[in-house]
Structures are given as structure tokens and as C-alpha cells.
């Protein structure tokens, strides 16, 4: 175990996460008179909405995915550490974080929680060796391989059924064009999704999902089966495990979701100095999007640096979201925004949806790949990013099939220790 140096200091920041909200809280100290360490369980910074795009083959993983220390190396009050938080220690202000086996303990005097949050099967976590969701570059890249591995078979087949059952694609769950836009923008979506072929099925649970197909229930209750060997899970998110330990110590709450209910400040309760945000953060029915990741961190890191101005935190203004709008794509030169009062749709709102999106990745050269990889699929026919393998569709079995043995041995020599002791308890009885 490594324990981070305890003598005279600067303030120090703790930021957990590599999001929107810890990249932009932590970019927001450069100037503070504070030292800034990021935790995260990845060496990138993710842009998360242009994800679908790497697994349909137009963006390359380089393109979204920077690292983070390339990000941040002309912060030269900022470091960064991979690993995964497993525990927060609210008394006596430490996070201890593990890398395979090494385990760091990071103390802090503020802390910015910003861990995010995972794909949610609603207890049935078994629906994702079938239908993986769309969280991180692994799902990206296995979910690329099956699209690609369905178009495969499907030309080696015969059989019209079977060919109907691998070109069947299913995204569970609506996504942006049915939670953040409503009313007239979103019947716009559906009308041209159905031009496009797709079949929109409202009012309807999944109870069932395999290898060849899934269960819905309709709304009646009677329940229909749908043949796709390609399901994509975007039903639902779970924040973090640590909202739920950060509610424990604080005698906070957390939504259904797993988030923390906050102060107005983004405080948790008790704890002036321990900020939690994102997708992690449970305040006046926010939606989990970018923008409110964002401004979550700037907020933040604003209130630490007026707290080492000497300010004090009653002295806080409670934060405050700016909405900007919400914008989805729905095809090649489709797409519905919505603007305060306006609204636009169509090749307008496609552009839009471009420039905005182009505008929010990091670095100049992940900007000019990425216009160039859209100029080549939009306005031709090309996709750049089409190679795949099989270790890309399996991999999360196998890790799923390591992780339980690893889990049955830890397990057997618990139990195995916990018999030698009795025996060893019975034998010294039996001496004496």
C-alpha cells in the first residue's frame, strides 16, 4: 500500500472521475493555490455522445478518447492516478483507490466526486452477455464486432429466416429523442426513423433476453418475442457505488438511481468541502447530460477556490443550471435540436448537431480527425473504423468467467482458512 506524502502542503483537491465533470472541475483549478490530484479508473477522457459513432465504424477510439494526462500536462498543479475508488473516508478525508494490486490512499482537504455512472439492467444484469450497453470504448468496440459479425453470417446463410434474425438490430430503451426532447420535436424523430425501416415499439418492457432474440410485454400484457442476434441495452444508468457509501457517512440519501441527494451548493450534506457532481448528484430533477456535468465541475471548483479566498460556505450562491438546449441526431443529414423556444430539425438541426459537438471535443487534432472521418462518411460512402475481432465480441465473458473464478478461489481459501483454524482451535483444546 502507498500513502501519499502527509508533510507541510499546499490545500489539496481530490477530483474522482475523468468525465465532463472532473476534467472540467479539474481545468478549472489551474490557477488555484491548491495541488490537484485526479482519480480515475481509466487513462482517457471520454466523449461519451459521439460513442455510437466508434461502434458503427465512422470514429476511431483516438478521435473521442484522449488520454487524460495528455490533456492536462501543461497543468503543472494537477496529477493524475489510474485506479479504481473503492472506498472514501469522509472522518478522516482519504480515498483509497486499487491498481490490480497496489492500493493508494490519496488524503484531501476538498473533494470533487465525479465517478459517473453505469449502464443499469434494472436487476437483471444477465441481459448483458446478450445485449451490451453503450458506456465505455469496450462496449463500443464489442458491440462494432457484433454488428459486424451479424452482416458476416448473414452472407454465409441460406436460410431467409435466419438471414431475417442476424439483419434484426434492437436498441432497448429511447434515448435522447424520447426523454430530453418532447412534443413536436420528437414525433419528428419517429416519423423519420420509421422512413428509415425502424419499427418503434412504445409502452413496452423487456422480460426476457438471449443469445438468438428477446421477450417484450405489451401494454396489455400479452408478451411477443423479436428475433435479433444485435441487441443494444440503453434502457437505463446506475451512478457509482460510492453514492451510495458517501450517503451512509454523510446520513444522506440516494435516488432509485444511486445518486446523492445534494445541497443546493453541490455539497453533501455535512461536508462543506465534499462536492459531489455529474451523473452522481441528485438535485431538482436534473438530467444526467454533459452540459450539467460541466457546469456541476466549474461550479465547484469555483466554490473551492472562494473557500481559499477565506469565504465561507454560507457565503454560497446555489448553483444554478444553464440550460443550452438539447440536440439528437437521427440520421445522415437528420437531426432535432431544441433551443430555449426554438426549435429546428432536419438538415439545419444536423449541422448544428455537428458544429456543437465538434466544438465540445478536446484537442485540435481530435477536431480535424474527426471532421475529416465525418466528411469521408457523410458526404461518401466510406467508414474508416471497420476492423474488428473476435477477442472484441468475447472479451466480456471471459473477463466475466475470470472474475467469478477469481471470486470462488478467494472464496474457497476463506473457507479453507476458516477450517485449518478449527481444526487448529480443536487441537490446542484437546493439548490443554
Known sequence: MSIQSVEPHRH?????????????GTQALKKADADITMI????????????????TGILSVGDIAPAT?????????????LGEVETIDLENQTVTSRLLERVTVTPFDSLI???????????????????????????????????LGAFE????????????????????????????????????????????GVEIQLDAMVTDVDND??????????????????????????????????????????DRAGRVMVNPDLSLPGHPNVFVI??????????????VAMQGGKYAAKQIKASLDGKSPSERVPFKYFDKGSMATISRFSAVAKVGKLEISGFIGWVAWLA???????????????????AVTFFGRGRAQMASTEQQVFARNAMGELEKKNKEATESGSASNGEAKKAAGKQQKAAG
Open 113 to 147: 466526486v465525479a465517478a459517473g455512472a453505469g449502464q443499469s439492467y434494472f436487476g437483471n444484469d444477465q441481459f448483458a452477455e446478450f445485449a451490451p450497453g453503450m458506456k465505455t470504448i469496450d462496449d463500443a468496440l464489442e458491440l462494432r464486432g457484433r454488428i
Open 69 to 81: 494526462r495528455l490533456v492536462l500536462r501543461k497543468q503543472k498543479n494537477a496529477q493524475v492516478l
Open 213 to 254: 432474440g428477446l421477450i417484450i410485454k405489451e401494454k396489455d400484457g400479452t408478451l411477443r418475442r423479436i428475433e435479433s442476434q444485435c441487441k443494444v441495452w440503453s434502457a437505463g444508468v446506475q451512478a457509482s457505488p460510492l453514492g451510495k457509501q458517501l450517503a451512509e457517512q454523510s446520513g444522506g440519501e440516494t
Open 40 to 55: 480515475a479508473r481509466t487513462t482517457h477522457h471520454l466523449f461519451q455522445p459521439l460513442l455510437y459513432q466508434v461502434a
Open 278 to 291: 455529474g451523473d452522481m448528484m441528485s438535485l431538482d430533477k436534473l438530467p444526467g447530460l454533459a452540459q
Open 153 to 196: 453470417q448473414a452472407e454465409l446463410s441460406d436460410d431467409p429466416a435466419e438471414r431475417a434474425r442476424l439483419l434484426t438490430f434492437v436498441v432497448v430503451g429511447a434515448g435522447p429523442t424520447g426523454v430530453e426532447l418532447a412534443g413536436k420535436l420528437s414525433r419528428k424523430a419517429a416519423e423519420t426513423l420509421e422512413k428509415l
Open 356 to 374: 456543437i459537438h465538434l466544438l465540445y471535443l478536446v484537442g485540435f487534432r481530435s477536431r480535424a480527425s474527426t471532421l475529416l472521418s465525418w
Open 12 to 24: 489539496r483537491v481530490v477530483v474522482i472521475g475523468s468525465g465532463f465533470g472532473g476534467l472540467f
